[in-house]
């Protein structure tokens, strides 16, 4: 017997419903009567693009979808039991303890104001009646289990403290608290690194095997599904397209739609070299160290060394990656870069002008040649203004296109630019996909025609072929404006198409950096070794 079953889903908007979205799906189910079974110690990868509706078949498992959506016809089995008949208290003994799952952004899931004892304690205490010393044990097992450093000082964190990787892997830790039989993880390792990445996955598939967890994985990383699925179900407008054994689906893909997929991955050829470097951005020995405090006077004990004599340089025109993990300070050195965190030592020369010493003031100026692409579009835009205002609130406070109708012009083409249309500058953040997002996103960062961009993480929460538009977006808007990118990222699989250099940063400090092709063919350090032989590789039959 399954330990999962979806018979003929089908999901819907209600008949009352927002005219805009009545007229956007004109009738047409956003889940499409789909079936699909998961046996136990079975991974079944649920792909497809954004808006597909993977996600909320994973939600209709667990009876988590909003109330302006209707389950209006299907059955969900768990071990023979008919979810669809329980009661909301009923359910309530379900989630977390027999049915788990992980959330796509751990920031918007985590709670800001508990610490991390609270928050994955929470479901030991209401289902294992832990108390005390032994659920304090028992969360410190879970945060080692999934990688996150000195887990016994990190009890009192609150989420604010953690990165974007760790911060997933408390949800993952929160999920497999209770050993559940099943889990439904949705977008797991999106914000990792590829080393962590593998260190995850092979902890979910050691722990499926043992426990016998049927595991529903929602995925956009094709390499993921190929070493980890036993079966695919490849989910387009609500409907399961194809659904086969993992080995088959890439050797002998199907649909036309499967083998799109699978094409759009990041192709491995290297970008030359510039013929005549021009140098943009200089830094030299970059020191980024938080001080440590102690006592009630909060003195200064130690410092924190996020980044620790950094050196590279950006040509004009060129694209530069920064890689490492979670936690080695990639970030830190773009926010440096942008004025955002103080230097503890170091200097900054950007176009001939050394940036590092200037005021807040003076460095305005420089707000327009260096502008931002934030990891995560949605919580970098103000969910109360719209398109229009967004893209034109950095034009108006940097005095560009002071005239109204100037400016208007200018907003219209940006959208037209990025791929978007004319009407979008009146929506909000809100009714748009990660990928439109993304896009908006970009077109914020070009509006004031900047020399460089520093670009972090754009691409992590994307699907596949989405985010092969989005990077293909960026080389465009590079050949056209003459752009220079730091692109800091954690997929290794786009740096071959994307980047002219690598830079390699682990622990604060660069180990490596060189042309594209010769860091990624032939890596001298240790470390860049252990990265490139963590990536997933996919071996298809096309």
């Known amino acids: 017997m399954s330990l999962l079953t979806v018979r003929d889903l089908t999901i819907e908007l209600p008949a009352l419903v927002n005219a805009r979205q009545a007229r956007r799906h004109q009738g047409q189910p956003l889940v499409n009567g789909i079936s699909f079974s998961i046996a136990a110690g079975e991974i079944l990868a649920l792909v497809g693009e954004s808006g597909s509706g993977k996600s909320l078949t994973a939600l209709a498992i667990l009876r988590l979808l909003p109330d302006t959506l209707s389950i209006t016809g299907g059955v969900i089995e768990l071990a023979g039991d008919n979810l669809f008949e329980r009661t909301e208290r009923q359910m309530n003994a379900v989630r977390g303890y027999r049915a788990a799952m992980i959330f796509q952004e751990p920031q918007s899931a985590l709670n800001p104001v ?21 659920l304090k044990t028992a969360v410190i097992n879970l945060l080692e289990e999934v990688g996150i450093p000195d887990p016994r000082q990190r009890l009192s964190w609150y989420p604010h403290q953690l990165s974007g990787g760790q911060k997933q892997r408390v949800m993952i830790a929160m999920a497999l608290a209770c050993e559940p039989e099943l889990l439904v993880a949705d977008e797991p390792t999106t914000a990792l690194d590829v080393t962590i990445q593998k260190q995850i996955l092979d902890l979910l598939n050691q722990i499926r095997r043992a426990r016998k967890l049927g595991v529903l994985l929602i995925t956009h990383d094709m390499g993921v599904v190929s070493e980890m699925a036993d079966r695919v179900a490849v989910m ?58 102690h006592g009630v006077l909060q003195r200064v004990v130690g410092h924190t060394r996020a980044v620790d004599g950094v050196s590279f340089q950006i040509h004009k025109g060129e694209t530069l990656a920064l890689v490492g993990e979670s936690g080695s300070g990639k970030s830190t050195v773009g926010r440096a870069i942008l004025a955002l965190e103080p230097l503890y030592a170091g200097c900054i020369t950007f176009d001939g002008q050394r940036i590092d010493q200037l005021s807040q003031a003076e460095f305005r100026a420089y707000r327009k040649r260096i502008q931002v692409i934030f990891q995560d579009p949605f919580s970098s835009m103000n969910p109360r203004m719209t398109i229009r205002e967004i893209l034109a609130e950095g ?45 908006i996103a970009i077109a914020r960062a070009i509006a004031v025609e900047p020399d460089l961009i520093i670009c972090d993480e754009p691409t992590s929460a994307l699907d596949v072929s ?21 692109f800091i990222t954690h997929d290794l699989s786009i740096i071959p198409h994307l980047a002219h250099r690598v830079a390699v940063m682990s622990q604060g400090v660069l180990v490596e950096q060189g042309e594209c092709a010769s860091v990624m063919n032939q890596p001298q350090d240790s470390y860049t070794q252990a990265l490139l032989a963590a990536a997933p590789v996919i071996c298809t039959g096309l």
């Open 114 to 134: 508990q610490t991390l004892l609270q928050q994955i304690g929470e479901v030991l205490v209401l289902h294992k009646g832990l108390t005390g010393a032994a």
């Open 395 to 439: 034009m108006i406070s940097l005095g560009l296109a002071d005239d109204h109708q100037q400016r208007e012009a200018k907003l219209q083409t940006l959208l037209l630019r990025v791929g978007m249309a004319v009407e979008h500058l009146d929506r909000y953040p809100h009714e748009f996909s990660g990928g439109q997002r993304q896009r």
């Open 236 to 293: 387009r407008h609500g409907e399961i397209l194809e659904y086969r054994p993992g080995d088959e689906f890439f050797v002998s893909p199907q649909h036309e739609y499967s083998r799109q997929l699978i094409h759009s991955l990041p192709r491995r050829d290297f970008r030359q070299p510039l013929t005549t470097p021009e140098p943009l951005l200089t830094v030299e020995g970059l020191k980024v160290w938080f001080p440590q405090r």
């Open 466 to 486: 989405i985010r092969g538009q989005v990077l293909a977006l960026l080389q465009e808007l590079q050949q056209e404006m003459g752009l220079s990118y730091l």
